[in-house]
């Protein structure tokens, strides 16, 4: 794909576009989605009219844009994704109902947690996670899981990349991550909701590492908590099994 004056491929102004939407900005208009994507605004309008064309952005009755519907339906079509979803979910919604909270499932996915799916329930703690949503991992315990359980060389050079974040809130990190795969599972209160306990458990690969984890948020101080990580533990061995089938 030919490249633009500025040096930047299509492609990659393409990627930038479609990555300007996140929770906090679901729709924007194509001035606001110009500044964010760093593209010039006469090339935004056209590329804009381009990806709505192919239903891979939609315009609201006020001209704001937002992603289509064909994004989801061209994402649920990844492999990975889907059969890890659809071997999750029935212990999921086991789990769910036991504890009666949020309960998710998660991937490291360039650096950062991927929500790829969240049961909640009426009356369920806050919770920040919303699927196809990036979250920190030094905030959350999917990410500690996550961390503690990956290969040798991905945790490393996560590391390299992050250690001054890492470092800043957890700065015992070697010694918790150890701390979490003795246990199997690790725990954090109140880092993103002061009010919420996250638990995680790691579902596991055939060398014991991390492909994904399953979580649960629960109002901190809750006397749930022991049991929802025997269900969580209980439930990620299930899908490892499932997996395997």
């Known amino acids: 794909m030919a490249n633009s004056p500025s040096g930047d491929s299509m492609l990659d102004r393409l990627v930038r576009i479609l990555d300007s939407f996140d929770a906090h900005n679901p729709t924007l208009s194509v001035n606001a989605l110009s500044r964010r994507a760093d593209v010039p605004q006469a090339t935004t309008y056209r590329l804009v ?144 909701d002061t009010e919420s306990t996250g638990a995680a458990v790691p579902i596991l690969d055939s060398r014991g590492h991390a492909v994904a984890v399953l979580a649960v948020v629960v109002p901190r101080g809750s006397e749930i908590l022991p049991a929802a990580i025997m269900a969580l533990r209980t439930a990620a061995r299930g899908i490892t099994r499932a997996l395997g089938a």
């Open 49 to 192: 009219d381009d990806l709505v064309a192919h239903g891979l952005l939609a315009r609201d009755a006020d001209r704001q844009v937002r992603l289509g519907v064909r994004l989801w339906e061209l994402a649920n079509r990844s492999a990975a994704t889907l059969d890890l979803r659809r071997a999750a979910l029935p212990f999921m919604e086991d789990v769910n109902q036991l504890v009666g909270h949020n309960t998710q499932l998660a991937l490291l996915h360039e650096d950062e947690v991927l929500v790829i799916e969240r049961l909640s329930r009426p009356g369920a703690v806050v919770n920040q996670a919303n699927v196809a949503g990036r979250m920190p991992v030094h905030r959350t315990s999917m990410g500690m899981a996550l961390l503690a359980f990956s290969p040798a060389n991905v945790l490393e050079g996560f590391l390299e990349r992050h250690a001054e974040t890492m470092l800043a809130t957890h700065p015992q990190l070697r010694r918790e991550l150890a701390e979490i795969r003795r246990h199997g599972y690790a725990t954090l209160d109140g880092f993103i």
